[in-house]
């Protein structure tokens, strides 16, 4: 099992571009997270899905969008990236099912620059 | 209101010594999950362990033990036995199916372990 992968590792944008970032998970998992940790602070939930199909707003859900078309995948769209979007990006699964709770699986981070 | 409190930013601890690390949380869902991450500085955030509100006993995993005290609603991590490679920043989590179990992060605290 690979767990969750993120593409790219490093990226650096400029002002109005756009671009989307990767997040696949190959546990079969049914929750999927998106997250960002600002330097020095705790992680911030952008959006997250429950299933296929299904996508709700987190905290800070705002110049982000995704897409949830099958189990393994949930990409983040970022539109017309702004300085304040300098961060870096978690994606993160989870098995949730009534009166169990795993831990999420974290990938290795996209490190984000927007100049 | 912060759903979880770290208040400890910095920490400080002899090696083989122990060390415990606070966490508060505020919840009105009966029915939740403590969570304890750490954060080396390469990056990943690995989990630690795991606590239901219904669990009776106290979560232990090898060094880490979670002191759970759900009418003062604190989730505190004890490690025993510091190491070096313990150095990292420690994340309290919580997963609350109210708000669609979404997680919840505090903002951290940084272990260095003094040889």
């Known amino acids: 099992n690979a767990g969750v992968t993120q593409t790219p590792k490093f990226r650096i944008l400029k002002i109005g571009q756009s671009m989307t970032l990767q997040c696949t998970q190959d546990?079969?998992?049914?929750?999927m997270y998106w997250y960002r940790q600002d330097p020095g602070m705790g992680l911030k939930l952008i959006y997250y899905s429950v299933g296929a199909g299904i996508t709700d707003k987190g905290e800070v859900p705002n110049g982000y969008n995704v897409s949830r078309s099958t189990t393994e995948d949930f990409p983040l769209r970022l539109e017309l990236a702004a300085p304040s979007q300098t961060s870096v990006y978690f994606c993160a699964s989870s098995f949730l099912e009534t009166g169990t709770s795993y831990e999420q699986y974290f990938g290795p981070g996209t490190r984000l620059t927007v100049t | 209101a912060q759903k979880i409190t770290q208040t400890q930013p910095g920490m400080f601890v002899q090696e083989k010594e122990a060390v415990t690390l606070d966490c508060t949380y505020d919840t009105s869902d009966p029915s939740y999950g403590l969570f304890w991450y750490k954060q080396p500085s390469s990056g990943e955030m690995i989990f630690l362990i795991y606590q239901g509100s219904y669990d009776q006993q106290n979560a232990t995993e090898g060094r880490y033990s979670l002191n759970f005290q759900k009418a003062r609603k604190s989730a505190n991590l004890v490690i025993s036995a510091s190491q070096l490679g313990d150095s990292a920043m420690y994340f309290c989590?919580?997963?609350?199916?109210?708000?669609?179990?979404?997680?919840?992060f505090g903002t951290g605290t940084s272990l260095t372990v003094i040889p």
């Open positions: 546990m079969n998992h049914n929750y």
């Open positions: 989590a919580m997963r609350e199916p109210n708000t669609g179990n979404q997680f919840y």
